[in-house]
């Protein structure tokens, strides 16, 4: 059916703005409508054609125009391509409809979502972290209805992502619904938990050494410490003592504050480095930009993939390592890393395990017949061994 022009109730004294608004689909009355084109009549008029929205029915309306007819040419291939789509889109939406879903603007999901992130900012949550957040939700609310949870559950449970990263969806999400006072009763993903690559110190040299002067002053502050990027990355002019060679770490995630000695090296390369504000070192975004470039050519140039797996927190994980193998102290490593619970320490005894257990240990070798000579020996990091012929034997790993 075709609603012709004497057909329709517009007269031509209405103007242009109030006919578009008097469009009704004569098929179900629904004024959502798309215009479809135009139709062009035996005696050389054009109409308007629409599209409605809701029933999918097309219908001419509105006053004949004046101006003379042109062959078109886009209504062959592309045209109809063009209301195949149209038809599909109108079909999905009944569907979508019918079945009882509710389709909610994009911009109503992102202003949900920026309000929540203002939300964990005003409870002091880190930048970082609120970042973190904010990728995830957006990522989601690309792929899927974020505001609907049984379509969340499908898209995680059909990703191609580790089960770590989707518990870290999942835990992201809880707090996102919490906020908006949705009920969910979220998918149980098991955290696996993996042992750290470890590379050579000539392979982190490497890199200190190939990469800017601000990003080598702070890879090298990092092999020393052992301290988190953030942590780095928070540090004041104020924070360092060059008269005693040391660095104040202010703690993140839980960690505890600790001060650290840091070589001459590091003290040198530090005092090279441009004071343009009170921190030391510019903006994560900053760093890692250079840092994941020049790793990649040195990758490359050197063809020694290893140096790919290399992070910033390969540093800290190389410093406790190396920290647990020189003294076999684990509690002496957990004060370095500020570590809070000795569990998150404990893997630095399977690395050292599992790294040096074909190599031969070396070791200084003193004695000492008095007292006076074995405290001396203990001050300077010696441990005592046995006693033979009334000897006290000590060694220090070399």
Same mark, same amino acid.
Request: net charge positive; charged share 30%.
């Given at each position: ?153 499908? &898209? ?143 990758? &490359? ?92 034997? &000590?060694?220090?790993?070399?």
């Amino acid at each position: 059916m075709r609603v012709s022009c004497s057909e329709t109730h517009m007269d031509y004294g209405i103007g242009l703005s109030e006919g578009l608004m008097a469009v009704k689909c004569p098929q179900c009355g629904s004024k959502r409508v798309w215009k479809d084109g135009l139709r062009y009549l035996a005696n050389g008029k054009v109409v308007q054609r629409y599209l409605c929205r809701d029933c999918g029915y097309r219908f001419s309306h509105g006053v004949p125009s004046n101006k003379p007819y042109k062959p078109q040419y886009t209504h062959g291939y592309h045209g109809a391509r063009r209301e195949a789509n149209l038809m599909t889109e109108v079909l999905r939406r009944l569907e979508r409809r019918e079945a009882g879903a509710t389709e909610t603007s994009q911009q109503e999901v992102k202003g949900k979502i920026i309000e929540f992130l203002w939300h964990l900012r005003k409870h002091g949550l880190r930048e970082f972290s609120i970042r973190d957040y904010s990728q995830k939700l957006n990522y989601i609310a690309k792929k899927t209805d974020i505001l609907n949870p049984e379509a969340v559950e499908d &898209f995680l449970a059909k990703a191609s992502m580790s089960e770590t990263s989707k518990h870290h969806y999942v835990a992201v999400l809880k707090s996102f619904y919490d906020y908006l006072g949705i009920k969910w009763e979220p998918p149980t993903y098991r955290v696996v938990t993996k042992i750290p690559f470890i590379p050579t110190e000539a392979e982190l040299d490497i890199l200190i050494a190939n990469t800017s002067k601000t990003v080598s002053a702070l890879l090298q502050l990092l092999k020393e410490t052992g301290m988190r990027l953030g942590e780095a990355l928070n540090l004041k002019w104020s924070d360092i003592d060059f008269e005693h060679k040391t660095v104040r770490i202010t703690p993140e995630k839980g960690s505890l504050p600790r001060i650290l000695p840091i070589s001459d090296k590091a003290i040198a390369m530090i005092k090279r480095l441009p004071k343009k504000s009170e921190k030391i070192f510019p903006s994560r975004d900053a760093v890692q930009t250079v840092f994941y470039r020049r790793r990649k050519q040195l990758a &490359f140039k050197l063809n020694n993939p290893r140096l790919l797996q290399i992070s910033f927190h390969t540093f800290r994980h190389w410093k406790g390592t190396m920290e647990y193998h020189k003294t076999k102290d684990i509690l002496h490593v957990k004060e370095l890393l500020g570590h809070k619970n000795i569990q998150n320490t404990l893997i630095y005894i399977t690395i050292d395990k599992a790294i040096f257990q074909n190599t031969t240990e070396e070791f200084h070798v003193k004695t000492a017949k008095t007292v006076e000579e074995a405290c001396k020996l203990i001050e300077v990091g010696f441990e005592y061994v046995c006693e033979i012929n009334g000897v006290k034997i &000590f060694r220090k790993r070399k």
